[in-house]
């Protein structure tokens, strides 16, 4: 009966309707912007942040790095790691904030050897059997050895100036185990589809062992002050076949993270990003019922406007190609994109992470065309 009950809470949870708030074209400080677009406001500016914000781009982000010693280092001194995630909102004056961690401090908390060598990706000890896995499912407690994480949260509170929204994050369970199983990066995610098609029980464990730590880190990250969710699924769209792969290893899993979190911590809005899921977004917002919908850089703008908009409130998707060389393809991309989206809710992004090479000077070309593109009615 109370598992009934529940349900029913969670499947009757209404959607806000959409507030137009265009007419007022004036600045409201009530709320934050970010939140309010992802509670279906529409806005005479949309909100701007950036994936990466935080990183390699920035001079100051190099020094700070420098100062930790190593990337974890940096990941896990909650002041070094604070300092960082306000870097390019003291810079450009961003609308959000992303927590600086990264996706594979979870496999970490669960008790895989990671580390970030210089100028190579992370390398992680792998996944290959049920020992392996009986080790990680065997991890004792993950809060205790993420709690730095959580104290950069509680710093970030304190410090981000009060129309700044933060965003906490995870990796979905899909993107994170294809680091686990391959030990690292790997072009197609290939060694992950090999455990899918020869030992389908094993991958399922591995699975449901992801998503359930998923869903407590990131309740934690909501307890520490987190005001908003992000779950990536970088490498989705290797799953994108058309073999129901798509839909029970993102959709489905994404949808239990996100009913979980909706009883848990119903203030606390997410935003998914099934990066590279193609025809599959529709379904996914469907299902999933996210809020804020995060979109790659390959979507069309006009038909995610009359298909995704619907559903959600819209992320992206600027090409991050155009942080590298700029000039005016930048300025009318940024046009086209805040226009495209101008009849529901909107967060202006990249349809992917900023690249190390991003010219600084870009983005704030970016920002201005992006904020003097007001829309009054
Ligand atoms: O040398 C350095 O300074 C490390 C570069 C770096 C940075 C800045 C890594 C290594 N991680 C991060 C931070 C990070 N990672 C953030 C917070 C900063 C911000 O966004 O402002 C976030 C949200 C992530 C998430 C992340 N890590 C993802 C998902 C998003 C995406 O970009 O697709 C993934 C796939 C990772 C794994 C990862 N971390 C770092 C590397 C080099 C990689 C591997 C990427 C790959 O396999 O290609």
Not at 113 to 120: C, V
Not at 225 to 231: D, M
Not at 280 to 296: E, K, M, N, S
Request: glycine share 8%.
């Amino acid at each position: 009966m109370r598992l009934q009950a529940q349900v029913r809470k969670w499947y009757c949870r209404p959607r806000s309707p959409v507030v137009d708030t265009r007419e007022r074209c004036q600045l409201d400080t009530s709320r934050k912007s970010l939140l309010k677009a992802l509670d279906r406001e529409i806005l005479p500016t949309p909100p701007v942040w950036m994936m990466r914000q935080a990183g390699r781009y920035l001079p100051e982000y190099m020094k700070t790095r420098a100062r930790a010693g190593s990337f974890l280092n940096l990941c896990y001194t909650p002041e070094l790691a604070a300092e960082v995630t306000l870097q390019p909102i003291r810079r450009f004056g961003f609308d959000a904030a992303i927590l600086f961690a990264d996706i594979l401090l979870l496999p970490h908390a669960l008790g895989c050897e990671l580390d970030f060598p210089e100028g190579r990706g992370p390398q992680l000890s792998v996944v290959r059997n049920s020992e392996d896995l009986g080790r990680l499912a065997s991890a004792g407690d993950i809060h205790r050895k993420l709690e730095p994480i959580y104290r950069t949260v509680r710093i970030l509170r304190d410090a981000l100036p009060g129309d700044v929204a933060l965003i906490g994050f995870a990796g979905a369970p899909w993107t994170v185990a294809t680091y686990m199983i391959a030990g690292r990066g790997t072009p197609g995610q290939e060694p992950a589809h090999a455990m899918l098609r020869e030992n389908r029980p094993l991958f399922d464990q591995l699975m449901e062992l992801l998503t359930d730590a998923t869903i407590r880190y990131l309740e934690q990250q909501a307890r520490a002050g987190a005001e908003v969710l992000k779950i990536f699924d970088s490498w989705s769209g290797s799953l994108a076949g058309g073999d129901g792969l798509f839909d029970r290893y993102c959709t489905r899993i994404h949808e239990r993270i996100v009913k979980a979190l909706s009883s848990s911590c119903p203030d606390v809005p997410v935003i998914g990003f099934p990066r590279g899921a193609g025809r599959h977004y529709r379904d996914y917002a469907a299902r999933t019922g996210v809020p804020g919908l995060a979109l790659d850089t390959d979507v069309d703008v006009d038909w995610a406007a009359k298909h995704l908009q619907t559903e959600a409130c819209v992320q992206g998707n600027l090409d991050p190609r155009l942080m590298v060389t700029g000039g005016r393809k930048l300025v009318s991309e940024t046009r086209r994109i805040v226009g495209a989206f101008s009849n529901g809710p909107h967060i202006f992004n990249l349809g992917h992470g900023i690249t190390p090479d991003g010219d600084p000077d870009n983005v704030l070309r970016m920002l201005e065309t992006v904020r003097e593109t007001r829309m009054c009615r």
